[in-house]
């Protein structure tokens, strides 16, 4: 399978608009600047979107699930049967990302990219695999070159499904037992960061367990380094099926012009595997939530962004990019709807 597509550059961002839109912000009816943070995210909207209206109304939340081999080492304070099993949970909508999607009126999808699981028997779930799982990175590359390009590819493919549904803003999400095991691997090699710098509880471990996961971690890199040559091969070696479709997607959406909403430390990981991959996608992502994971400031860091909310939230599935989605609409809807001081009568000059 050919990895070909990921050399296509990303759009540009319309900078005639871009130039409109700051404009714009200039004369509507409120001190320039007091709208903070919003300005800015609204003047992007109509950049990557080519018009002074941006809109969301349309989102695609697709979860992408998958299994590591990592779990085998105790990394994570659940066991790797939950990655079917939420599976399972996403298909019934009684996971946390199925509540915020409906909420939303977001459409959500849910595709296997490489579980243990049987979920070709669950309804609603869409079957792409990769493989079973990952392999142990800590013994052996977690993938192989086919894996990989096909794990890239199920990423690809859901944004090209978002984008025939129209979908106006594409929001991934994860699911896989051990992942911030992968997560905190891939950092630690973009970052040439040793893992007691990154690793967090996950899913609950304490300071005993998390010291020992980032030991396993470290161990794995040692084995690994010769061949951690560029992000692809570090992706490949101890990435994950889900963090490969997530980099798919990313570089996907920015070749399409389709902005994205990025989730929590497991997803940033994956952005930044697809900024080192093509920087110009840098331009099409904005970053939802803060994670409580330690990792997550290096991350944003390297990415040079900001998370717009920090509720405390490590959960995952993309739920903290949804959580932050209602502030990406009203700064859309500000800019769009807001009246300028000419059309209000409002005197525009300072005392
Ligand atoms: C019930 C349940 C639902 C979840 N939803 C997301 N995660 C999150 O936790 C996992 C990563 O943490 P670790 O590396 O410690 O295993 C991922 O599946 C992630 O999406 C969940 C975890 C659990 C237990
Ligand atoms: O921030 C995340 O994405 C995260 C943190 C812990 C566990 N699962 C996901």
Redesign the pocket.
């Known amino acids: 399978m050919s990895m070909q597509w990921l050399e296509t550059p990303a759009q540009p961002i319309d900078q005639a608009m871009l130039a409109a839109a700051l404009a714009r912000q200039g004369q509507l009816t409120k001190p320039p600047g007091s709208l903070g943070c919003l300005e800015e995210i609204a003047v992007r909207l109509a950049a990557m979107q080519g018009t002074q209206q941006p809109s969301l109304e349309r989102v695609r939340i697709t979860v992408f699930a998958a299994d590591h081999g990592i779990a085998d080492e105790g990394v994570s304070a659940f066991p790797q049967a939950v990655t079917g099993q939420m599976i399972a949970n996403f298909a019934h909508g009684g996971a946390a990302i199925s509540v915020l999607a409906r909420n939303l009126g977001a459409s959500l999808e849910v595709v296997d990219v490489g579980s243990k699981a049987d979920s070709a028997a669950m309804l609603g779930v869409i079957v792409n695999k990769a493989g079973e799982g990952t392999a142990n990175f800590r013994r052996q590359p977690a993938m192989s070159e086919n894996q990989l390009a096909a794990a890239l590819q199920v990423g690809r493919d859901a944004v090209i499904q978002a984008l025939k549904d129209d979908a106006q803003l594409f929001i991934g999400g994860?699911m896989g037992i051990a992942?911030?095991s992968a997560a905190t691997a891939v950092a630690c090699a973009l970052l040439e960061r040793s893992a007691h710098d990154i690793a967090?509880p996950?899913?609950g471990l304490d300071a005993t367990g998390v010291s020992r996961k980032a030991q396993i971690i470290d161990d794995a890199l040692a084995l690994h380094r010769p061949a951690l040559t560029s992000p692809l091969e570090i992706l490949r070696h101890v990435g994950g099926f889900e963090i490969a479709a997530l980099c798919g997607a990313y570089i996907a959406s920015a070749q399409a012009g389709l902005p994205v909403l990025v989730?929590?430390?497991?997803?940033s990981s994956a952005a930044l595997l697809a900024l080192r991959i093509r920087p110009d996608v840098a331009d099409w992502l904005f970053f939802g939530h803060a994670?409580?994971?330690p990792g997550?400031v290096h991350l944003m860091q390297a990415l040079d962004a900001r998370p717009l909310v920090n509720l405390d939230?490590?959960?995952?599935e993309g739920s903290?990019a949804a959580v932050a989605l209602p502030i990406l609409r009203l700064a859309a809807a500000l800019h769009g709807q807001m009246a300028t001081f000419a059309e209000a009568g409002v005197s525009a000059k300072r005392a």
């Open positions: 994860e992942n911030t967090g996950g899913t989730d929590g430390f497991i997803a994670s409580a994971e997550y939230m490590r959960l995952g903290g």
